[in-house]
């Protein structure tokens, strides 16, 4: 009697860790080491001003690891380096070297909360100069909402983009120079 008690415990436990279903959910912090790691690189020395975050806490052991193994429950990287994330990016360090450093620094554009760019003070530009800036503007938010997509699509989960977004828009504010503009949450301007 005491065998088959054991048995059907053990039985009871392998059906049990045969249902667990896996699933996969948005890696939230390796989504902010890419954003981090890509804006880097295209702000270049802004980034030195950035605000220094603690490192993450480790993930406490669950019940769920000793089924599954702690392998399996980590956290995946995420892959910001594909041929289209890189040019995008060359693109856009390009344009933020040549216009909108500039431009964020004199307060005329400043970053949106969608982790866009917009226009904030078209008046604080030249009439001469203005066609040029709406045109840089227009150029990077189509490639930041590309990169947002290509990373999505790249990890195999075109459902994250839109966390992407989130997670880069908040990073773009955390490594913003002193002095640029950016959109809170309500989509008022501050300054930093």
């Not at 065998?3 to 436990?13: D, G, P, V, Y």
């Not at 975050?53 to 089924?67: H, Y």
Request: hydrophobic letters at 45%.
């Amino acid at each position: 009697m005491r065998h088959l008690r054991t048995m059907l415990l053990s039985l009871s436990l392998v059906l049990l860790s045969a249902c667990v279903t896996i699933n996969v959910y948005f890696p939230a912090a390796a989504a902010e080491k890419a954003a981090e790691q890509f804006i880097g690189n295209v702000i270049g020395e802004a980034a030195k001003d950035a605000e220094i975050k603690p490192p993450p806490r480790p993930p406490q052991a669950s019940l769920l690891d000793f089924f599954i193994g702690s392998a399996q429950a980590a956290e995946p990287d995420l892959n910001i380096q594909t041929a289209a994330v890189q040019d995008i990016q060359a693109r856009m360090k390009q344009r933020f070297d040549s216009v909108l450093t500039k431009a964020l620094a004199a307060g005329s554009i400043g970053l949106s909360r969608d982790g866009l760019v917009a226009m904030r003070d078209a008046a604080a530009v030249p009439l001469a100069e203005r066609s040029a800036l709406n045109q840089a503007v227009a150029e990077e938010n189509r490639d930041r909402k590309a990169v947002y997509s290509e990373i999505a699509r790249a990890n195999g989960h075109p459902e994250w983009e839109a966390q992407i977004q989130s997670t880069f828009a908040a990073q773009w504010v955390q490594q913003a120079r002193a002095g640029w503009y950016y959109q809170d949450a309500t989509g008022a301007w501050k300054q930093r």
